[in-house]
């Protein structure tokens, strides 16, 4: 595979971009972006270990992934619903693979070099390159109405602590003295700390919080807050169980725990972008 450089300080000062991301994209226009070196294998049974994405400072790593869902973290989509990513033959929604892709050292510094947004675009543009490269991909954009939750402001307002102005002392902060992100899993409880409303979003949208629908951020709120919420990832499906079921009633729902901070889902229906693939073909060999 040919190497190709990453965005450089010229590039992203053009007078084209907008903004980090249209910045990141014009110049992904100009010319093709790749990892220097990418191994792409089946995953095999996968009984333990991790799963999923994650990213390095010098790459990329997928574990146990199927076509569609690699090509939905490419994309940056961050709410899964059903028909997100369709087409393409039977395989690709049933094979897993693990990918471990690498840039130079020369390009992951200047990576480093780049604002949040403008990493996670360039990122993202050189994750869509490799699969559409090695899994011979031609795809087209279409769109998709579906029904939605939007978490909302309930009346009486939040009961939330403002992250910037609490003064519990247990509070972790950072040398700067600001408040540390964080998210603590609980058997029935999740404690958060200086979260923001489109995180808790994207985490109710997660198809193990047995929501049901994707969730839309709709508060208004711009801050990020300190909070205990009486639901977590491990019991929302006793929550979401069917009534005559024994786990029925064992915890409360996510919409009772929502109440409680003054938040809400309220029905609703929104438009998604979908991804369609008309061609795949297994991976080349590495």
């Avoid at 790749?34 to 191994?39: I, L, N, Y």
């Avoid at 404690?191 to 995180?199: F, G, K």
């Amino acid at each position: 595979m040919i190497r190709t450089h990453l965005l450089c300080a010229a590039i992203l000062s053009t007078s084209i971009a907008t903004t980090p991301a249209a910045s990141a994209q014009a110049a992904s226009q100009q010319k093709p972006i790749a990892f220097d070196v990418a191994t792409i294998k089946p995953a095999g049974d996968r009984p333990h270990g991790w799963i999923g994405m994650q990213t390095h400072p010098d790459g990329v790593e997928f574990a146990f992934q199927t076509l569609p869902q690699m090509l939905r973290e490419a994309y940056g989509y961050t709410i899964n619903f059903d028909g997100q990513v369709t087409g393409g033959p039977a395989w690709a929604t049933t094979e897993k693979y693990d990918i471990s892709a690498k840039m130079s050292p020369e390009d992951a510094a200047d990576l480093l070099k780049l604002s949040n947004d403008e990493k996670k675009a360039q990122m993202q543009a050189m994750m869509q390159s490799l699969l559409v490269e090695r899994f011979h991909l031609t795809l087209h954009k279409g769109s998709k109405d579906i029904p939605v939750y939007e978490l909302v402001v309930a009346k009486g307002g939040i009961k939330m602590k403002d992250a910037a102005t609490d003064p519990d002392p247990a509070l972790k902060r950072g040398d700067d003295g600001k408040p540390v992100t964080s998210l603590h899993w609980g058997e029935k409880t999740t404690a958060l700390q200086a979260y923001q409303m489109s995180w808790l979003a994207n985490i109710l949208s997660n198809p193990a919080a047995s929501v049901g629908r994707p969730v839309i951020d709709k508060t208004g709120l711009t801050g990020t807050y300190d909070f205990t919420f009486d639901w977590s990832i491990y019991s929302a499906r006793a929550a979401a169980a069917p009534p005559d079921s024994p786990d029925a009633g064992s915890v409360p729902s996510v919409f009772t725990a929502l109440g409680e901070l003054g938040l809400k889902l309220q029905p609703a229906t929104a438009s998604f972008e979908t991804l369609v693939i008309d061609h795949a073909e297994h991976p080349t060999e590495n």
